[in-house]
């Protein structure tokens, strides 16, 4: 269902309102009086059989008596009628739909059935897009249309509400009735059927009214859909979301310590940073934050440095900053010895900066100026209190002025009453945020800097660090996937559905984990035998497909270096498991070598698949206390450099490997590189639901993993899914991948650009006239900036493909063209764009390159390719005639091409 087919919602021209009672206070009879009374320049139609009028408007009998086919129908009935009333309105040509009833899905399972009967009908009209049901319904202040039953019309503003909550809506409401706080657009969606934030962020995106927007959220159904929206709007605009339920009992029936650490609120987290929205905990910091965002004053880091005339405001803005992982910056001994210079003696010399009682306007700014000027510091918070010498007034147009000088943001808090009110109007009106308490200004400026962190994430350009495997991955997967199968026909899996653990560390050595391979003994002179041919010292472990925890029974016996230890080891472990789990069924016990490094840090890493947001790796402080100490950071596949490294460096434990209190520090190169190879393992297989290395060992020079299990999906082993579709982030589209020769014998290859190629983008494009430039791009463009670079080099694969030609010359990778598709919102048109290196053209790569990219596209499952040129640019005119483009000539010199992709027939077959 496609994203535009909302203009139906939101932009209506004429609106049914059907069910509406001639009772004023009703839900209808509010949704009448706001739109009739707001000032909504449209056409609404009350629907109701046993009305003539009401509220003295005509009244029609049902949506086909009405005199023109509305836009959108909004829905008050009960709901046992709104499956027959959505399938009237469908037939009458009614494409938009908001449906306020409740008594669907939050009621229990009556409604559930009710709404998959609801959502049956909806699915037989292609255009129809359902808000709802259950909501408040939206307003559109710039339309003065209040299609809800909320009282009264916001302010005409630049932030789009999304709640899932109907009560939260009419608190926020009443609340920006107050602040003068204005709102684009303000939607309740409810139990979001149809609608939800993911086509709505897509929605608003669009729109240029729209600079920011605001989510509530409960719950979140198609993850990859708002996460492909939200990755694309926070580029350009920020998103900040309040979630609720933050500490449901969901890891309860986990079967790993993986499992069990990556809680609900743990996986919303990671995907609100892998996706670059800010989060706020506390809901009176939304607009706080919206506020302090619209700025557009971003700081690099969450190093704040505080200025105060008084010292105990100082200190609780510190302890609020420390308590919220913020860093008080230290001033470098250049501000130090400047701010020594021009304070006077008694100043609290170090950060906060007391700038003392008597401060006059000129000594609050010079000291302020001074600290702003501090590399390190990024960001100032300015804390004034209204003491006998203090003009609040003067001091706020001082620090006002300072805002011309500097691209980091000031906060502010002028703490008290009337005394203030001017100067807090000065930083209004001089874009300054300003806020009542120390407290509250550093919870808005730590949103901020994580808001700073999760954007960077998003632009930043990993290493070229591939991870070679040396194996046929077609082939690895029939192996491992016949494995899987082998393992439930014939090895008893128990109720966790939990491979044995040398099957676990097989499938990691396939993909290149090192490991220490367990064997089975299952008498004591066996046990023996293979410790003596293995080598001691040498680990103990029970073998039990009915125990998962082993250290909690008792089942892990360590450092083992004589037959006698061993004897009496096996002995101990046997009687503690039996007396703590007599019912397990025992194999054995596996024998394995102890390995021991010094100073070796215990990891887990691990994978889990949550059931709305698919498969997500866990990396943190291994051992037995993982589960304890829960120092954890989930990402999500595909990993590279730079998301691993991240992941790593948010770690409490990160100090350990870097060489803590004189210890060597440790190599992180390689585990970077076992994550990423176990984000490879994650995407290739579905059929894992949990994954578990604890420990992974990681020393000065080896990383390898000591103990592993993974829990397998039986469903999924016997009945596949589709590629990737575990997955939130499409992964590299390696089937894209093609090598080719070219008529004059040079070797290319096609392939998707990928984020490690930004250095050889700005080559090519630096090898490139300005007029092929201009004729890709259509304007003066400059490209030669990261944040650009990573616009057309970090790229969502569901939505858009560049595809590379690439050339080695000398030794040397480079790229000497490029394919661009970026389809639209409603993934059924893609639009075309090439661009070929100047000392590549004409040489037939912009033919090779095009007729590539489109069989890109026919394998993609898109209608429609467009595309843009100039009258001037003769040799692509004549490469989309050759291919059948309908070509228009415009009287501005540009070209339109059109393709109709139904009958084009594919060269190049790709895997699905």
């Known amino acids: 269902m496609g994203v535009s087919h909302l203009n139906s919602i939101f932009k209506p021209q004429r609106i049914a309102l059907i069910g509406v009672k001639n009772d004023p206070n009703s839900v209808g009879g509010i949704t009448l009086k706001n739109l009739v009374g707001g000032g909504f320049n449209g056409v609404v139609y009350p629907v109701n059989p046993k009305h003539e009028a009401v509220l003295g408007i005509q009244c029609y009998p049902n949506v086909r008596s009405l005199p023109k086919t509305p836009d959108l129908a909004v829905i008050t009935t009960g709901a046992q009628l709104v499956p027959g009333l959505v399938q009237e309105c469908g037939e009458a040509g009614i494409n938009g739909i908001i449906i306020m009833t409740a008594g669907f899905k939050e009621t229990g399972s ?5 709404e998959e009967e609801l959502k049956k009908v909806v699915s037989q009209f292609p255009k129809m897009r359902v808000i709802g049901p259950n909501c408040l319904g939206i307003i559109v202040p710039r339309l003065k249309m209040n299609v809800s039953f909320a009282s009264g019309m916001p302010k005409d503003g630049h932030v789009a509400f999304i709640s899932q909550s109907g009560a939260l809506c009419t608190s926020i409401l009443d609340w920006s009735y107050e602040e003068n706080i204005g709102f684009s657009y303000f939607v309740s969606i409810g139990n979001s059927m149809d609608v939800e934030f993911g086509d709505l962020i897509d929605y608003f995106g669009m729109d240029p009214q729209t600079k920011s927007i605001v989510l509530y959220v409960e719950s979140i159904s198609e993850a990859r859909k708002f996460m492909t929206a939200a990755r694309a709007f926070a580029r350009k605009k920020p998103i900040i979301v309040y979630k609720a339920g933050r500490f449901p009992e969901s890891a309860k029936a986990a079967a790993s310590h993986t499992g069990a650490m990556a809680s609900e609120d743990s996986i919303y987290d990671a995907v609100f940073q892998r996706a670059g929205i800010a989060r706020v905990f506390n809901i009176g910091d939304i607009f706080d934050f919206t506020d302090l965002i619209s700025r557009r004053r971003i700081p690099k880091g969450p190093n704040l440095a505080i200025v105060t005339n008084a010292g105990g405001p100082g ?4 302890d609020t900053l420390i308590a919220s992982k913020g860093e008080l910056v230290k001033l470098s001994d250049d501000t130090m010895r400047k701010l020594n210079d021009y304070l006077p003696p008694f100043w609290s010399h170090g950060n906060p900066v007391d700038v003392l009682g008597d401060a006059t306007p000129e000594r609050y700014a010079v000291a302020t100026e001074i600290v702003l000027q501090d590399p390190g510091v990024d960001a100032v918070l300015a804390i004034l209190t209204p003491q006998a010498m203090t003009d609040p007034t003067s001091i706020a147009i001082e620090i006002s002025k300072l805002t011309e000088k500097t691209t980091k943001p000031i906060l502010t808090a002028w703490l008290g009453g009337k005394e203030m009110r001017e100067g807090i109007q000065i930083f209004n009106k001089h874009n300054i945020a300003n806020y009542a308490t120390p407290e509250q200004a550093i919870s808005a400026f730590m949103t901020l800097a994580d808001y700073s962190h999760n954007l960077a994430a998003l632009f930043e350009t990993p290493q070229d660090i591939p991870v070679s495997f040396p194996y ?11 494995r899987l199968r082998h393992e439930l026909e014939h090895t008893d899996l128990g109720k966790s559905r939990t491979m044995s653990e040398d099957a676990s560390k097989e499938l990691l050595e396939i993909y290149g984990i090192p490991t220490t391979r367990p064997m089975l003994a299952k008498t004591k002179d066996e046990a023996v035998k293979i410790a003596e041919e293995m080598g001691y010292p040498i680990v103990l472990k029970i073998h039990s497909p009915d125990i998962t925890h082993k250290t909690d029974v008792g089942g892990v016996s360590l450092n083992n270096r004589t037959k006698e230890s061993l004897l009496g080891s096996w002995d101990r472990m046997m009687s503690r498991v039996k007396e703590k789990m007599p019912q397990a069924r025992i194999d054995g016990i ?10 070796a840090v215990e990891l887990i890493l691990g994978v889990k698949k ?3 947001f698919g498969t997500c790796i866990l990396i943190g402080m291994g051992g037995i206390v993982a589960e304890l100490f829960k120092d954890k950071a989930l990402g999500f596949p595909p990993l590279n450099e730079a998301l691993a490294d991240n992941m790593l460096k948010s770690l409490k434990i990160y100090p350990l490997l870097t060489g803590y209190r004189g210890a060597s520090p440790k190599n992180i190169e390689k585990l970077i590189e076992i994550m990423i190879r176990m984000s490879y393992l994650s995407a290739d297989y579905p059929e894992i639901t949990e994954l578990d290395i604890n420990p992974l060992l990681v020393g000065q020079d080896n990383v390898i993993a000591l103990d592993a299990r993974i829990v397998i999906d039986e469903e999924i082993v016997k009945n596949p899914i589709p590629k990737y579709s575990h997955l939130i982030l499409h992964p590299y589209p390696e089937e894209y991948v093609t090598p080719l020769t070219l008529a004059d014998g040079n070797t290319i290859t096609l392939r998707p ?16 006239s300005k007029e092929s430039i201009y004729s890709r791009f259509r304007y003066d463009f400059h490209y030669a900036a990261h944040e650009i670079a990573t616009q057309f080099c970090v790229i969502d694969y569901s939505r858009e493909i560049a595809i590379v030609a690439e050339v080695i010359e000398d030794g040397v990778k480079k790229l000497v063209g490029v394919g661009r598709l970026i389809a639209n919102l409603d993934l059924d048109t893609v639009e075309y764009a090439i661009l070929i290196r100047d000392a590549w053209q004409r040489k037939d790569l912009g033919n090779i390159l095009t007729k590539y990219s489109m069989d890109v596209a026919k394998h993609w499952g898109l209608k429609r390719i467009v595309a843009e040129t100039t009258v001037d640019n003769k040799p692509m005119i004549a490469v989309f005639k050759k291919y059948g483009f309908s070509i ?3 009287s501005d010199g540009s070209v339109h091409v ?3 992709m139904a009958d084009y027939e594919q060269t190049y077959f790709f895997e699905s």
């Open 110 to 114: 009556a409604g559930k059935v009710l």
């Open 315 to 318: 200190v609780m803005a510190t």
């Open 888 to 890: 228009h000539f415009n």
């Open 898 to 900: 059109t393709k109709d």
């Open 610 to 612: 949550d059931p709305i």
């Open 590 to 599: 596996t024998i394995q070598q102890m390995i021991q490094e010094k100073d």
């Open 753 to 768: 650009i990928k984020p490690e190629d930004e250095p050889l983008w700005l080559d090519m494009l630096g090898s490139c």
């Open 472 to 482: 046929d991955r077609k082939t690895t997967r029939e192996q491992v996937t016949a």
